[in-house]
């Protein structure tokens, strides 16, 4: 397994831009409350003042007058996390949100979907611009590791484990997460980083130093198991920006309005879903918010269609006070099944033949093959690989191989195993059957069988087979659905 680690460094600063602040502007985010309110974050404009993270409000307010505040908001920067995940989950079914500042993928298993490690690399870039989010990338095989890589901000990728020691043995302590406690009483003693920890006898190190230090070690280096709990869609997509100033007329709102339904149409995406009604929140100062709905014909996750829509319902709305807050909310999103497409075949297309063609031209002759019945009652040769069908007419087999289909739906699964698998049949119920088969003799891989439709006890249906010979064991032969 390899993991991407997608580490949003600038995050407070990224929400600050989403809501409209002017980027060349000085800008600061705020934490803490009276005189204690200290400075999280600063821009490049406002550091170009002497404004820096640690310093008072009231400083900061010494050394640039026009500076730009905004609080920090936690809940913001926790839904700012799950939007990335929602745009993140279709480039891997394994996607994990990692507090306070990070998104974690497991990429390894999409690297050939995307065409490679650089490709896929680049579609996360992608989705972190598209979100306006400044983002540190690294890929490592263990998600401790890749966490390490981006939070050290080292520029590099390790694929495999043997290299971990050597790449993350430079890197200091102070990047882990490590209490402070923890590392200030590894560094008393003359441990600064990784690789000084690595060296040592892992017995020596469990007696000398605390628990969680060897736990995060065997953690990092893939020595033990590192779960994380697996992000899940949401049912619903609802966000909200607030607004750096009270606006009176829509034109200021176009910009958010824009940027939330970017935001929704990439957790369509993920998801493939669509959205054919969803509301507005125009929230302000006091009295209940304006909430104006927008519908189309039929679901849809176009944004350019969406923004129209979302606009000109706008157009036509009075708002009784300036809008301080614009959310965006989705209650259903169905699955959207794009019409009159193909896996091949799209509008304005390349036609079928001329596909083909091109493909045995590209690929060799060898590589394009069409599945084809075969006269055989074991399932498993029940079908083969045809490589020589005339491309001007249906693949040979075609019309009868959907026959057949159509004919056993229902007591044949379609989906059979490379190969049948031993089982214990305590784990299955049987619900239909025995469909005996015998046969083979002819070339000495002869069968015996009886097969059954079973459940399992997740509910599962399954194809499984007594042989009738000894040692007479269950195995299972394919799924259905």
Known sequence: MLWLCLLLPRLPLDLMARAGYAAELPQAVWEGRGARRRLVQANEAAQAHGVRPGQSVAAAHALCASLALSQRNLQAEAAARERLAAACYRLSGTVHVAAPD??????????????????????????????????????????????????????QHVTETADLHRTLGRLALAHTPLSEETRHGLERVGFHAIGDLARLPRAALARRFRAETVAYLDRLFGHAPDPRPAWQPPPRFAAR????????????????????????????????????????????????????????????????????????????????????????????LPPLVPRDEDLFRR????????????????????????????????????????AGFELAEAPAGYVAARGARVEHLGTRPVWLLPAPEPIDPARFQLLAGPERLESGWWDEADVCRDYYLASRRDGAIGWIFHERRPPRNWYLHGWFG
């Open 102 to 155: 990070a998104v974690l993928l497991e990429a390894g298993a999409s690297f050939t979907l995307f065409g490679g490690a650089a490709a896929l690399l680049a579609e996360a870039r992608a989705i972190c611009d598209e979100l306006g989010l400044e983002v540190r990338m690294s890929l490592a095989p263990t998600p401790a590791a890749a966490e390490l890589l981006a939070q050290a901000d080292a520029g």
């Open 241 to 332: 920006i607030e607004l750096p100033a009270h606006y009176h007329a829509l034109e200021p709102l176009l910009f958010p309005l824009r940027r939330l339904i970017s935001e929704l149409c990439a957790c369509l995406a993920a998801r493939e879903g669509g959205v054919q009604r969803c509301t507005l929140l125009l929230k302000h100062e006091q009295g209940p918010p304006t909430r104006v709905r927008v519908g189309s014909a039929e679901p849809t996750r176009d944004p350019a269609r969406l923004f129209e829509l979302a606009r000109a319902r706008l157009e036509r709305t009075t708002l009784p006070a300036p809008v301080t807050v614009l959310g965006l909310l989705a209650s259903s």
């Open 347 to 386: 509008e304005q297309a390349m036609p079928l033949p001329r596909l083909l063609e091109r493909l045995r031209a590209r690929l060799g002759d060898g590589s394009v093959a069409a599945l084809a019945l075969h006269p055989d009652h074991r399932p498993e040769r029940a079908s083969l690989l045809d």
